[in-house]
């Protein structure tokens, strides 16, 4: 009897004493009331931001609410307090990519791991949160008119996005590796080599096809493939324009054509990119009207709906003997848009945005290539949590004590259901999309930029900006109706 107390003990007790603080709660679950506060614009966010970063400091989550608390502070004008912020983040990110592809301490979370779920593990954030952080900053750098480190962060943002590729592949193999470890953990009657088929069979599930259709229109988005961040590239180009480095803005923009080249803004920022460094243009381009001076332009930027996230479904059984079986899986969700391209008035006419980086479909890319490396992650935490429950309840029921074999039965369905926790961890306080509008600096310095909006009026802001020779940036926040923030920064 004293065995089986210990075993239940243990399996209650062990997943919380090794994992991390969305073990129990999912990530997304634990974001629902900041997330809806955030989108009606109600003050309550920044003190409950705060908050959770603290309580999570040190914990695998640690990361996640640095990037949420940082981004949401530089999008409220907090300049200086959101890149503190988002400094720590990127050291936890840079402490993560220094380790050994399977480190002492990242076999210990493993451990932990592989009896509840992948929670345990750091968050190491997803491909669009490198390249996303170093926009955030760059931003902030502007807000508090720092122009070297604004620099400085354009430049840790190129590279991020050139890496981006190659981080991910490594990323991958890294995973690979760590499953081949969690093989060895597994019982011999477990078959590991079975493993190898899991992923696809379970993706072919019909639930599975049902969960993940809503996405699918952003996966026919190929340009995005690479975890390419065309408006990172943008900004990137426009940066070089105002350091007069006509060549390598014209290697920005070259990216940027070739990526979407039926896009009429990218034809016009390659065109415009072309002339300024004294180059030829293409025959099919000759006839693209470009109406800004690059090194005096209004460039207005609108980072606008809610932005992907991930949220949990769940495929639960009962079984006789067994009790509660069941797999937490992890869906990529996008949200209705509620504005529709921005719009800017001036003297000069009128100027559409279009938009540039679609973060959805940068998601749901990211998301379908991750997919069979968290299939597998998932099955072997289950077999693993499950043969530890089967192990106690034969052992429980060859005691022939009904008493002892119930407790049991309940203690490891009760383990097995609290730690059924998908891993929904990703940045949410990101837009849905970027987009872009490029206009000539207007004589008068007035402009009004339109928000036009789906189910309700269009939003109107005027501006009126200072004289100056040089590029502007106009940054607008736009996650819902209640939640506008805009600033205008001058290079």
Request: charged share 20%; aromatic share 10%.
């Amino acid at each position: 009897m004293y065995k089986i107390i210990k075993i239940t003990f243990l399996l209650s007790i062990l997943p919380t004493v090794l994992c991390g603080c969305s073990s129990i709660r999912n990530a997304h679950r634990q974001k629902e009331d900041i997330v809806y506060a955030y989108l009606n614009g109600r003050d309550s966010v920044e003190s409950d931001l705060r908050d959770k970063t603290a309580s999570t400091a040190g914990s695998g989550d640690e990361a996640m609410w640095l990037l949420e608390y940082g981004s949401f502070l530089v999008n409220t004008g907090n300049f200086a307090s959101g890149l503190a912020v988002l400094e720590q983040a990127e050291t936890l990110f840079e402490d993560y990519d220094r380790r050994a592809v399977i480190s002492l301490r990242d076999m210990a979370a493993e451990g932990g791991a592989v009896f509840t779920n992948i929670n345990a593990l750091p968050y190491r954030g997803m491909m669009r949160d490198r390249i996303m952080l170093s926009m955030y900053k760059s931003l902030a750098r502007l807000g508090l008119n720092d122009r070297d480190n604004f620099r400085v962060e354009i430049n840790r943002m190129r590279r991020a996005q050139n890496h981006a590729a190659d981080y991910f592949a490594d990323l991958i193999a890294e995973e690979k590796a760590q499953v081949d470890a969690f093989k060895k953990q597994l019982e011999p009657g477990n078959n590991p080599e079975a493993l190898d088929s899991t992923p696809q069979k379970i993706a072919d599930m019909p639930q599975i096809k049902q969960l993940i259709a809503p996405i699918q229109p952003q996966l026919a988005s190929s340009e995005y493939g690479n975890f390419l961040n065309p408006a990172a590239i943008a900004l990137s180009g426009i940066t070089y324009w105002n350091d007069n480095d006509s060549e390598n803005a014209l290697v920005e923009f070259t990216k940027l054509y070739n990526a979407f080249p039926n896009s009429q803004l990218v034809c016009e920022l390659y065109v415009a990119a072309l002339k300024r460094a004294d180059r030829d243009i293409p025959e099919k381009l000759k006839n693209v009207q470009v109406e800004f001076t690059p090194g005096n332009a209004v460039y207005v930027f609108t980072a606008a709906n809610r932005g992907p996230a991930y949220r949990q479904e769940e495929l639960e059984i009962i079984l006789p003997y067994i009790g509660y079986t069941g797999i937490a899986f992890p869906v990529c969700e996008t949200y209705p848009e509620v504005f529709k391209p921005t719009i800017v008035s001036t003297q000069d006419g009128i100027f559409s945005a279009q938009t540039l980086a679609d973060v959805n479909a940068i998601a749901a890319q990211e998301y379908m290539a991750r997919l069979p490396g968290m299939i597998t992650r998932m099955v072997i935490s289950y077999l693993i949590k499950e043969g530890a429950a089967i192990t106690a309840n034969e052992i429980a029921r060859h005691t022939d004590n009904d008493l002892i074999y119930l407790g049991t039965l309940v203690t490891t369905s009760v383990y097995k259901y609290l730690f059924n926790t998908a891993d929904t961890r990703c940045w949410e306080l990101i837009p849905a999309e970027i987009s872009l509008a490029v206009l000539p600096m207007p004589e008068d310095g007035q402009l009004q930029i339109i928000l036009p909006a789906y189910n309700a009026d269009s939003t109107k802001i005027d501006f009126s900006l200072l004289k100056t020779d040089k590029p502007v940036i106009v940054y607008i926040n736009a996650p819902s109706l209640k939640a506008l923030r805009y600033y205008v920064f001058y290079l």
